[in-house]
T-cell receptor, first 117, second 111 residues
Framework: GAGVSQSPSNKVTEKGKDVELRCDPI?????LYWYRQSLGQGLEFLIY????????KSGLPSDRFSAERTGGSVSTLTIQRTQQEDSAVYLC???????????????FGPGTRLLVL | GQSLEQPSEVTAVEGAIVQINCTYQ??????LSWYQQHDGGAPTFLSY????GLEETGRFSSFLSRSDSYGYLLLQELQMKDSASYFC????????????FGSGTKLNVKP
């Protein structure tokens, strides 16, 4: 079956521009996560959605970052006025809802590699 | 808060056994998970320990001891394809869908 997909796979932008990253989770997965991974580093939690709502936005680095999810499916992560320190791989993951079997398993997309010049 | 510590790098030879440790400081979590990530790839789920003890899945085993705030991933009969980064992760009981990841252990398997 189809896994988590993300687009674009690579994005090069100029400092100060806005970028929009997209995530298509596995069908039926109500939980969706965004992470950021800098080169050679671990995963930094950004935001989590349960359905269309985001009960935890505490990981967003600044107010330049925002995310939304519509129809309980596709999610977009928007970075406004990009800075060079925003350069990283942005990973999306989905999982079954809490309280369901195998809720601990997150399925990751291939990521979007963002380079801010 | 949550803090998970892992060795940054481990080297082993093909066919050997290697153990990757994860020590944590946490105010509460449901269980310990392990993920594998090849260079340039996405993390993939390997195993989960909800209870103390050993979980075995083929060549990989994972262990958790809550009393010692410690877990490990054991890889047996190492193969070249096992060269990757391995991350431990926990899901917080305070914000039960927030996952915290360790910084990862890069495993180098040599012939």
């Amino acid at each position: 079956g189809a896994g988590v997909s993300q687009s674009p796979s690579n994005k090069v932008t100029e400092k100060g521009k806005d970028v929009e990253l997209r995530c298509d989770p596995i069908s039926g997965h109500t939980a969706l996560y965004w992470y950021r991974q800098s080169l050679g580093q671990g995963l930094e939690f950004l935001i989590y959605f349960q359905g269309n709502s985001a009960p935890d936005k505490s990981g967003l680095p600044s107010d330049r970052f925002s995310a939304e999810r519509t129809g309980g499916s596709v999610s977009t992560l928007t970075i406004q006025r990009t800075q060079q320190e925003d350069s990283a791989v942005y990973l999306c993951a989905s999982s079954l809802a809490p309280g369901t079997e195998r809720q601990e398993t997150q399925y990751f997309g291939p990521g979007t590699r963002l380079l801010v010049l | 808060g949550q803090s998970l510590e892992q060795p940054s790098e481990v080297t082993a030879v093909e066919g050997a056994i290697v153990q990757i440790n994860c020590t944590y400081q946490t105010s509460g979590f449901y269980g310990l998970s392990w993920y594998q990530q090849h260079d340039g790839g996405a993390p993939t789920f390997l195993s989960y320990n909800g209870l103390d003890g050993l979980e075995e899945t083929g060549r990989f085993s994972s262990f958790l001891s809550r009393s010692d705030s410690y877990g490990y991933l054991l890889l047996q009969e190492l193969q070249m394809k096992d060269s990757a980064s391995y991350f431990c992760a926990v899901r917080s009981t305070y914000n039960f869908n927030k996952f915290y990841f360790g910084s990862g252990t890069k495993l180098n398997v040599k012939p």
